[in-house]
């Protein structure tokens, strides 16, 4: 009874891999073969609309000054922008910087400082967005760059009257500080330039990240703002978006630099905070998507279903490998054909992580020359992102369950000028 | 087995598993492709951009010594070496300095001047005062600091821009980017990827000035079960039909053809999962986005910007934004018929052309 019940499992997990490999060859193949879709990057001349671009801060004093530069730079009507960093508590320079741009540009550099209330990117978003005004919000974090032209692109979607959010590229500008920094160029750019662009192709549910992104006011109104109790805000957001009718799109074009990590604490650290807000949204929403609301096809609903579960995959990939070991020492023999999809499986699918087709790929489309040649390491980093996700999720699901992790701020190091904090 | 065959057997095995990481390790330990990509750039996109490096280039490269003698005729190099014709009051210098109608200098005109056509520019032209180019010319790039007009035929290979107006003779060909602070007219068969300009214009005629209407304040049109209020929109599911002479409240999105018939009006953006049928004299106060074609009739007028995710052809006199409101029209392939005009810029991802 217990290997039969065993067998079904781990032809489950199979199965749930195999989707997700299927998945990660479609999105591959659609960016090597398929029609390129980035509709709104030509909207160059344009009744521009009020923007207000949201920096959250928490002890940034390294990296606010550049960004705040970057902005200032922006080939953006000065009338209809506001630079609104967001210092929550810093115990650094960050307020004196900020305030001293403030009083430099009154009418650009608006401040928001942050003394009280729930810590956290969210709460913090939350809290300012509902005093801003604007009719696009955009976000940045405090470490990231965006070149003069990025504010425009970033907007023009929101010609379209369907689009809720918008979501840019992130390119790393810190890659050849180590391994870990190269390895995760490579991830970025499997994760953006195939991953998001591929769903943009085909219509599919785009994540918004969080950051080089925005959301329309009115869009944020009707499913009642930023939520606080989440760890991804980003991914909440995209969707209640999606279930309340919006539209989410990438714009690959729309790049921006940001700092990666640089350190493995820090990176495991990241990661399992990506892999606790992200379950947190599989909880909250998969129920309701796979329910598929009216405006939202079938393709697309499995789409987002499977987008929620990208953290899940990881335990389930290890679950199954104990469940193959629990089966042969039950004395069972899985057909060869179960290891075989396994096996496959497992280089194919890792959550979130762009599988290797797909960052090999990515490469090729960027124009990369060498870079491509670091492939067979990224194998060690999807091993330690499955260990990070999986411990992660084993805690929320066994453990402290959906919400019971501290909201506060889970702080990345920033590497700017040398050092860390 | 032989403890040397194993120990061979062992050393061939772990050769075959580390031959993969011979590359990745040399990468590492000497990195060939460790800067960030190379993708955020640091102009501001405006179509302009290469018209001021090649202003910002001469300012350099110039000759002090010429800005005393702007009349006057001159062969020499600048100081990067680079060929250099200054074309003074004699037109004509610059013809008996052409080699069988080829110059391969870059060329600077100081004087209002007539180029008679055929002429092959290798380099840059930097015109200081109104030009007017002949037919049949071939052009790399052209920088006008008046109004400049490019006879039949002609072909532009990277880019022009005036700060005046700038006019296109029939059947011509620009390859890159053309850009005007006044009006770009672009005559019959020009085709053409990017222009932006105060206002684009395709074709001969003058068009009218744009209707200045007062807002949608009440919806006259029905609409079919399903339809849903979102927000800021309406979504109704499938094709949908505005009758002749109907208005729509707000903001429309249509998951199937959406026809405009002639003389309607919307009061809000559009966006079609299919095609878009305006047919002539309807009016749209926002932006206009399709993810197939859009086709207009005659007379029509968009508030906004105009998005085909394939194909857009412009009807007769049709006007994109207003002259207080700049948009943009942007597809794969455009078409634009006479007395089309467009406040802002045009763009099209493999080609567009005037009809």
């Known amino acids: 009874m217990i290997t039969a019940i065993f067998v079904a499992l781990l032809w489950v997990v199979v199965a749930i891999l195999v989707v997700y490999t299927v998945r990660h060859y479609i999105f591959t193949f659609n960016r090597l073969f398929g029609r390129h879709r980035q509709p709104y990057v030509d909207i160059t001349a344009a009744e521009w609309p009020v923007v207000s671009v949201f920096i959250p801060c928490h002890n940034e004093e390294k990296v606010i000054a550049d ?355 | 087995m032989s403890a040397a065959f194993f120990a061979l057997l062992l050393a061939a095995t772990a050769l075959w598993i580390i031959l993969p990481l011979v590359p990745a390790i040399g990468e590492l330990l000497r990195p060939t492709d460790a800067d960030p990509l190379n993708a955020v750039g640091s102009d501001s996109g405006d179509l302009t951009v290469f018209a001021d490096g090649f202003r910002d280039y001469l300012a350099r490269q110039l000759p002090l010594a010429l800005l005393d003698t702007p009349h006057a005729e001159y062969t020499g190099r600048l100081s990067d070496g680079t060929p250099f014709l200054q074309v003074g009051e004699r037109s004509a210098f610059l013809r008996e300095a052409a080699n069988e109608g080829t110059i391969a200098s870059l060329v600077v005109t100081t004087t209002p001047t007539t180029l008679p056509g055929g002429e092959v520019f290798l380099l840059e032209l930097l015109a200081r005062e109104t030009m007017h180019g002949g037919a049949d010319a071939v052009y790399r790039a052209v920088l006008a600091e008046m109004d400049l007009s490019l006879g039949e035929r002609s072909s532009v290979l990277r880019w022009v821009h005036a700060a005046g107006n700038l006019s296109i003779g029939r059947a011509s060909v620009l390859f890159g980017r053309a850009s005007a602070l006044g009006d770009v007219r672009l005559h019959q068969g020009v085709t053409f990827r990017r222009v932006r300009a105060a206002r684009v214009i395709a074709g001969a005629a003058e068009p009218g000035a744009p209707r200045m209407l007062p807002p949608v304040v009440q919806g006259t049109v029905k609409f079919p079960a399903g339809t849903t209020r979102e927000r800021t929109y309406t979504r109704i599911t499938g094709d949908f039909t505005v009758p002749s002479g109907g208005a729509v409240l707000g903001s429309l999105v249509v998951t199937g053809t959406l026809t405009v018939e002639r003389g309607a009006r919307i009061g809000g953006s559009v966006k079609t999962h299919r095609d878009c049928v305006l047919e002539g004299d309807v009016v749209i106060d926002g932006s206009l986005v399709s993810r197939r074609d859009v086709t207009t009739g005659d007379g029509c007028a968009i508030g906004g910007s105009l998005v085909a995710e394939r194909a857009a052809t412009l009807g007769a006199g049709t006007t994109v934004g207003t002259p207080t409101s700049q948009a943009s029209v942007a597809a794969e392939r455009i078409a634009l018929h006479d007395g089309v005009q467009v406040f802002g810029a045009v763009t099209a991802v493999v080609e567009a052309r005037t009809v």
């Not at chain 1, 604490?265 to 998969?286: D, E, F, K």
């Not at chain 1, 124009?367 to 992660?392: C, I, K, Y």
């Open chain 1, 67 to 421: 960004s705040l530069e970057a902005l200032l730079a922006a080939d953006y009507p000065r009338d209809r922008l506001s630079i609104i960093p967001i210092d929550d508590r810093s115990s650094d320079d960050t307020g004196r910087i900020l305030r001293d741009y403030a009083g430099r540009y009154p009418k650009l550099v608006r401040p928001v400082f942050r003394t009280g209330g729930i810590p956290g990117k969210a709460a913090a978003m939350a809290e300012a967005s509902a005093r801003v005004g604007g009719e696009v919000h955009l976000v940045f974090d405090a470490d990231y760059v965006p070149g003069p032209k990025l504010i425009k692109q970033l907007v023009a979607p929101f010609f379209d009257p369907e689009v809720g959010a918008v979501m840019g590229r992130v390119v790393p500008e810190n890659v050849s500080r180590n391994l870990l920094t190269r390895l995760l160029d490579l991830e970025r750019a499997g994760g953006y330039q195939v991953d998001q662009q591929a769903r943009m192709n085909l219509g599919l549910v785009p994540q918004y990240g969080g950051t080089v992104g925005g959301v329309r006011r009115e869009a944020l109104s009707s499913v009642g703002g930023w939520r606080t109790d989440t760890l991804a805000e980003d991914t909440d957001m995209t969707f209640r978006l999606v279930l309340n009718g919006w539209q989410v799109v990438y714009q690959n074009r729309s790049e921006c630099y940001e700092e990666v990590p640089e350190n493995w604490p820090t990176r495991i650290r990241q990661i399992r905070r990506w892999t606790h807000g992200h379950n947190q949204a599989l909880g909250r929403y998969v129920g309701r998507i796979l329910k598929k609301p009216a405006h939202l096809s079938w393709l697309q609903a499995l789409d987002g279903a499977l987008l929620l579960g990208v953290f899940a995959v990881g335990p389930i990939l290890l679950f199954g490998w104990m469940l193959a070991l629990a089966l042969y020492y039950m004395g069972y023999q899985p057909p060869a054909t179960i290891f075989m999809v396994l096996l496959v499986s497992a280089f194919s699918t890792l959550g979130n992580f762009a599988a290797f087709f797909e960052v090999a790929t990515a490469t090729r489309l960027d124009g990369s020359r060498n870079r491509v040649r670091l492939l067979p390491f990224l194998f060690f980093g999807f091993l330690v992102s499955l260990m990070a996700v999986s411990q992660e999720s084993i805690l929320q699901f066994v453990g402290r369950g959906f919400g019971g992790r501290t909201i506060k701020w889970d702080k990345t190091e920033r590497y700017r000028n040398g050092g860390t904090q």
